[in-house]
């Protein structure tokens, strides 16, 4: 039924749920998996862009700010990479053929488009349960998925998860 499963994961409690269901579905469905990060702007940690400043004004200071940025995204970068290697890893031991790769940007957009270009059968993510006000502002990465996917999107839900814990 399903061979291409996109995996989405972050660093919630749910990704390792999203993970163990996906290997679950991967081993019955004799599927490859294809786990994907993605970094947000939005995330914490990860520098806000730098909007053009005057080099004339504060040159030192500009300079500092982009190296520190720079930094504090090379370590995010860093620490996804790690993530994914882990899972990878655990996935490829669990005996399912298994890839990852980590991109910059919106996580929805994101993950719609690789489910398109690996021409994914099934994606798997995880659900924060965010409503109100914090989903107004920062918007359902699960919402715009399910509404925009190539395929269909199995939802595993935080609330679930921490529940049966």
């Known amino acids: 039924m399903f061979q291409k499963i996109l995996v989405a994961l972050d660093y919630s409690e749910t990704s390792q749920s999203v993970l163990e269901k996906a290997i679950e ?27 053009p400043m005057p080099d004339s004004l504060y040159p030192m200071q500009h300079e500092a700010l982009i190296r520190s940025s720079a930094q504090l995204f090379a370590q995010a970068e860093q620490a996804g990479l790690d993530m994914l290697r882990a899972k990878d890893t655990a ?25 398109k270009t690996w021409k994914a059968d099934l994606i798997v993510m995880g659900r924060r349960g965010r409503s109100g006000l914090t989903e107004f502002f920062l918007g359902s990465v699960s919402n715009y998925v399910m509404h925009h996917a190539p395929c269909s999107v199995l939802i595993v839900q935080e609330a679930l998860v921490a529940a049966t814990a």
């Open 25 to 51: 579905l991967a081993k019955t469905n004799k599927a490859t998996l294809m786990l994907l990060h993605a970094i947000s702007p939005l995330d914490e940690g990860i520098p806000t862009p730098l909007y």
């Open 91 to 115: 996935a490829i031991a669990a005996g399912v053929p298994c890839e990852f790769t980590q991109h910059v940007g919106d996580p929805g957009d994101i993950i719609c488009t690789i489910a």
